[in-house]
């Protein structure tokens, strides 16, 4: 009798201490519901996430972890909807070439992290905007100008979603890092984030602010697809974009360790390749910058097994890699 009221409470008791984790995660991330219907529908969402989390984490058999992040009171078909937004496409815009100007490099460092060598801005976040294929961008060409100039300047990925709208990239409903490169080339540049800030919606082109531009790039590239060995020869040379297939629930609460996902290749969310390395136990891993703030993965970013058996690389990696050119 004793040991059934004993579990009743235990549970009971689970369930505040459940509901106080969530009250202290609304106020951490600054979350606000319409009324107690959505908050208690959230709550049970967070509930289930948490669930999950810890139960992946008790078996101890992956070499990642998961953690409680911003996107927890989300059902991972609400995150996908709102975080991905890349979009594959079948044809090669005309201001990019053919050629793999890595193709010959001899000499590569068993590890890089372009973080140390100062050609990473900070760790940006999207919001609720579909469109990772502009910071993608963003990031790679930060990074090719950081090498050619010796100047880290955050550039604008508001210009990208307000006014390269004319192709396939549209805004927060998604877009493709090529077409982003491709209008940057038309565009004579890009203005830069202080100039041309961040609102995490779609707007319309301000093409007096869009007209000041603080940097360039001449063209842009493709790495041979299905190649790690030929991406690991860019990225060793600059920042790459690369797609992913982000859309598994373990990938959602991604915390920390190098990532081994079961994830496909239906390529959803542009990222950017920073640096690449081998962990303690012997895992190689590529280093990954990602657009969805700081609380996610480590500081904003993911290690992702790399030289794996299949050729497309973890999650479809090698599949589109692109890289801009000064």
């Not at 669930?51 to 984490?57: H, L, P, Y």
């Not at 090498?147 to 990208?160: A, D, G, M, N, R």
């Not at 004579?188 to 919606?201: D, H, K, S, V």
């Not at 373990?250 to 190098?258: E, P, T």
């Amino acid at each position: 009798m004793g040991l059934c009221a004993c579990q009743g409470w235990s549970r009971s008791l689970y369930e505040a201490s459940l509901e106080e984790r969530h009250e202290i995660w609304m106020a951490q991330h600054e979350r606000v519901y319409k009324d107690a219907t959505e908050k208690e529908m959230r709550f049970q969402i967070f509930r289930e996430n948490v669930k999950f989390i810890e139960s992946f984490n008790k078996a101890g058999n992956k070499s990642y972890k998961l953690g409680i992040n911003a996107f927890t009171d989300l059902t991972n078909k609400e995150f996908r909807a709102s975080r991905n937004g890349y979009k594959r496409s079948s044809y090669s815009s005309s201001s990019g070439t053919n050629s793999f100007k890595y193709e010959n490099v001899t000499t590569i460092p068993s590890s890089l992290d372009w973080r140390s060598k100062g050609v990473v801005t900070p760790i940006k976040d999207q919001g609720q905007c579909g469109c990772c294929w502009a910071f993608s961008a963003v990031a790679a060409m930060e990074g090719i100008t950081k090498l050619s100039t010796e100047k880290l300047i955050s550039l604008s990925e508001q210009e990208l979603i307000d006014c390269d709208t004319s192709g396939i990239d549209q805004g927060c409903e998604g877009g493709l890092m090529d077409d982003a490169f491709e209008f940057i080339i038309q565009n004579n540049g890009l203005t830069t984030e202080a100039n041309y800030p961040y609102q995490a919606e779609d707007g319309t082109c301000n093409t007096e602010k869009a007209a000041n531009h603080a940097a360039t790039i001449t063209s842009y590239e493709d790495v041979p697809e299905n190649n790690e060995e030929a991406l690991r020869m860019a990225v060793a040379n600059q920042p790459v974009s690369v797609a992913i297939d982000a859309g598994e629930s373990a990938f959602q609460h991604y915390s920390s360790g190098i990532f081994t996902g079961d994830c496909g290749t239906e390529l959803d969310h542009g990222v950017t390749v920073v640096g690449y390395g081998t962990s303690d136990d012997g895992t190689k891993y590529w280093l990954v910058k990602n657009s969805w703030g700081t609380s996610w993965g480590e500081d904003g970013y993911i290690r992702m097994q790399r030289d794996i058996d299949a050729k497309e690389g973890l999650c479809g990696i090698a599949m589109q890699p692109s890289y801009p050119t000064a």
